[in-house]
């Protein structure tokens, strides 16, 4: 069964950075492209960041370009994204994602609130 | 970026009605399109890709099609669980985008 179990969400005051991990199983972690979407209260979904299968290409949205990095640790079939000078309009559930055709399984989810 | 303008924004429909649910793309996406459904406090669910193609599990009466531009989610006999917001997605280039999702209501 493919599972993905975020963690590392809280609260935070802007300006600061947090680090979201992501433990993926039950699938071969290395031959996936994996992704971070994101959702603000009571707003749609919005796409954060894409590293392929094996890390050697990220995308990123606009917003988050040079403040956010995704990465992945196949030994550990783990994701990450490391969020600096964290603002106020990036609090958010954010979910990390198996891009297959295309996002065809999420985690549950991890809640990240940017406030003073 | 390309554009996904989804409506309507909500809609109320009664049990065993169909209902549809359209996103118009503001460019050329191809097939690349997915829909989405949500439950409240939940991820979203996968139930369409490729604009036609049926997730596994997902019931037959959900089903997706194209015409040009304009993409369309078909829930026919509507059932209490189809309730919930249902979001279409382009993933023909980056940066991926949504639609700003349909809020469905059973009465």
Same mark, same amino acid.
């Given at each position: 069964?493919?599972? /993905?179990?975020?963690?590392? $969400?809280?609260?935070?005051? @802007? ?8 433990? #993926? ?13 994101? !959702? #603000? @209260?009571?707003? $749609? ?13 990220? *995308? ?5 370009? $040079? ?7 196949? #030994?550990?079939?783990?994701? *990450? /994204?490391?969020?600096?000078? /964290? ?9 990390? #994602?198996? !891009? $297959?055709? @295309? ?14 | ?10 809609? =109320? ?18 097939? +690349?399109?997915?829909? %989405? ?17 049926? &997730?596994?599990?997902?019931? =037959?009466?959900? =089903? ?6 304009? +993409?369309?989610?078909?829930?026919? =006999? ?15 280039? %980056? ?9 469905? &209501?059973?009465?």
């Amino acid at each position: 069964e493919v599972q /993905l179990v975020e963690s590392g $969400g809280g609260l935070v005051q @802007p300006g600061r950075s947090m680090k979201l991990s992501c433990a #993926a199983s039950g699938f071969t972690f290395n031959n996936y492209d994996m992704a971070w979407v994101c !959702q #603000a @209260p009571k707003k $749609g979904l919005e796409w954060v960041a894409t590293i392929s299968y094996d890390g050697s290409s990220t *995308y990123y949205r606009d917003s988050v370009k $040079g403040r956010f990095t995704i990465s992945r640790d196949n #030994a550990k079939s783990t994701l *990450y /994204l490391q969020m600096d000078s /964290l603002r106020s309009e990036d609090t958010a559930t954010y979910y990390c #994602a198996r !891009q $297959g055709r @295309p996002f065809d399984y999420w985690g549950q989810g991890v809640m990240v609130t940017v406030s003073s | 970026d390309i554009q996904m303008t989804q409506s309507p924004s909500s809609m =109320s429909a009664s049990l065993g009605d169909t209902v549809t649910i359209t996103c118009l793309a503001s460019q050329d996406i191809g097939n +690349y399109l997915s829909w %989405y459904q949500q439950k409240p406090g939940k991820s979203p669910k996968l139930m369409i890709y490729g604009a036609t193609n049926l &997730e596994d599990g997902v019931p =037959s009466r959900f =089903s997706g099609s194209r015409s040009g531009s304009d +993409y369309s989610l078909t829930i026919n =006999s509507l059932g209490y669980d189809d309730e919930g917001i249902y979001h279409c997605h382009q993933y023909y280039e %980056y940066p991926l985008t949504f639609g700003s999702g349909t809020k469905l &209501e059973i009465k």
